[in-house]
């Protein structure tokens, strides 16, 4: 979203905590430029891609198992409106910010259902069919329009994180991939039992089970049950953080090699964050997010052994 020449700092001197990196950027007003516009001509395609598009579809192929999920998926890929196309993002970026979702999405985004609690945009970020400065262009129209208040703050909040994993990569490169992280902490420990019981949802604990059922029949997890799982599989599984940002990158629909690495080593405490990593309550989650069982239920894993935690 920020060109990086743009920014208050250089990327070497990227600021260590994320809270710094957004002060310094609102204090000195950076803003991203306006989206390109749409080119009029593009050039022809080479005369072996030609032919091949000739006689190409372009229907997506939707695996039969992404339309039974679709009742229950809060990115129903298997609908039009959600294809990966640029068609269908450019009219989900138009519905979204044609009515009142950006200004209640500070008290949504947290839910764990639903096509409406989040913007939905990370999808289409992730393949290229929508750019963050287009998602922005569209933010400030809005709040132009209908005005700004915390919840269309916080989208811009959310756009500020992703660049800040993007700037972090500049800044330190392969070493966001080894096993320490950015940290001085030692080699994570593994337990392939239990990592195998976390991918295939059968753990001690519904909402984790529930999630990863989800993510494994949709590709696709809201933002507080990827930190929930996250935190589960390494604070209290003992696993190491790399094999789950490696099954995140193999189920996930909108992966992002950016946001995905730099959200795990959040949570593991091997990143730039000073809290050491987040373990996250599981009962107090359950409590906030899910206090009837509405969630548990629609994504009830049965008739699988459950992995005993010692």
Same mark, same amino acid.
């Given at each position: 979203?920020?060109?990086?020449?743009?920014?208050?700092?250089?990327?070497?001197?990227?600021?260590?905590?994320?809270?710094?990196?957004?002060?310094?950027?609102?204090?000195?007003?950076?803003?991203?430029?306006?989206?390109?516009?749409?080119?009029?001509?593009?050039?022809?395609?080479?005369?072996?891609?030609?032919?091949?598009?000739?006689?190409?579809?372009?229907?997506?192929?939707?695996?039969?198992?992404?339309?039974?999920?679709?009742?229950?998926?809060?990115?129903?890929?298997?609908?039009?409106?959600?294809?990966?196309?640029?068609?269908?993002?450019?009219?989900?970026?138009?519905?979204?910010?044609?009515?009142?979702?950006?200004?209640?999405?500070?008290?949504?985004?947290?839910?764990?259902?639903?096509?409406?609690?989040?913007?939905?945009?990370?999808?289409?970020?992730?393949?290229?069919?929508?750019?963050?400065?287009?998602?922005? /262009?569209?933010?400030?129209? =809005? @709040? !132009?329009?209908?005005?700004?208040? %915390?919840?269309?703050?916080?989208?811009?909040?959310? #756009?500020?994180?992703?660049?800040?994993?993007?700037?972090?990569?500049?800044?330190?490169?392969?070493?966001?991939?080894?096993?320490?992280?950015?940290?001085?902490?030692?080699?994570?420990?593994?337990?392939?039992?239990?990592?195998?019981?976390?991918?295939?949802?059968?753990?001690?604990?519904?909402?984790?089970?529930?999630?990863?059922?989800?993510?494994?029949?949709?590709?696709?997890?809201?933002?507080?049950?990827?930190?929930?799982?996250?935190?589960?599989?390494?604070?209290?599984?003992?696993?190491?953080?790399? /094999?789950?940002?490696?099954? =995140? @990158? !193999?189920?996930?629909?909108?992966? %992002?090699?950016?946001?995905?690495?730099?959200?795990? #080593?959040?949570?593991?405490?091997?990143?730039?964050?000073?809290?050491?990593?987040?373990?996250?309550?599981?009962?107090?989650?359950?409590?906030?997010?899910?206090?009837?069982?509405?969630?548990?239920?629609?994504?009830?894993?049965?008739?699988?052994?459950?992995?005993?935690?010692?």
């Amino acid at each position: 979203m920020l060109d990086p020449a743009a920014l208050p700092f250089p990327c070497a001197a990227l600021p260590d905590v994320f809270t710094n990196f957004r002060i310094l950027v609102e204090r000195e007003q950076a803003a991203p430029s306006a989206p390109l516009a749409r080119p009029t001509t593009i050039p022809p395609l080479p005369p072996a891609f030609a032919a091949l598009a000739e006689t190409s579809t372009v229907v997506p192929d939707v695996p039969q198992e992404a339309h039974l999920a679709t009742a229950r998926s809060s990115f129903p890929y298997a609908l039009p409106a959600f294809y990966g196309g640029p068609s269908a993002a450019a009219e989900h970026l138009r519905q979204y910010f044609s009515g009142a979702l950006a200004h209640t999405y500070k008290f949504s985004r947290n839910g764990l259902t639903g096509v409406d609690y989040s913007t939905k945009f990370s999808p289409w970020l992730a393949c290229g069919a929508l750019s963050a400065r287009m998602v922005f /262009a569209a933010l400030r129209q =809005f @709040e !132009a329009v209908h005005g700004a208040n %915390d919840s269309t703050y916080w989208i811009w909040f959310e #756009l500020m994180w992703r660049d800040y994993f993007r700037f972090l990569h500049l800044q330190h490169g392969v070493a966001l991939y080894r096993a320490q992280g950015l940290s001085s902490l030692g080699q994570p420990s593994h337990d392939a039992h239990r990592f195998e019981a976390w991918c295939q949802a059968r753990t001690s604990e519904p909402l984790v089970n529930a999630g990863m059922a989800e993510l494994s029949a949709t590709g696709y997890l809201s933002n507080r049950l990827r930190q929930i799982v996250a935190s589960y599989l390494v604070h209290d599984l003992g696993c190491d953080w790399r /094999a789950g940002a490696a099954w =995140f @990158e !193999a189920q996930l629909i909108d992966y %992002d090699v950016y946001s995905n690495q730099g959200n795990w #080593l959040y949570v593991a405490g091997r990143g730039t964050d000073p809290r050491n990593g987040r373990r996250f309550n599981l009962q107090k989650q359950m409590r906030d997010h899910d206090p009837e069982g509405a969630y548990r239920r629609l994504w009830a894993t049965q008739g699988t052994a459950q992995v005993e935690l010692k």
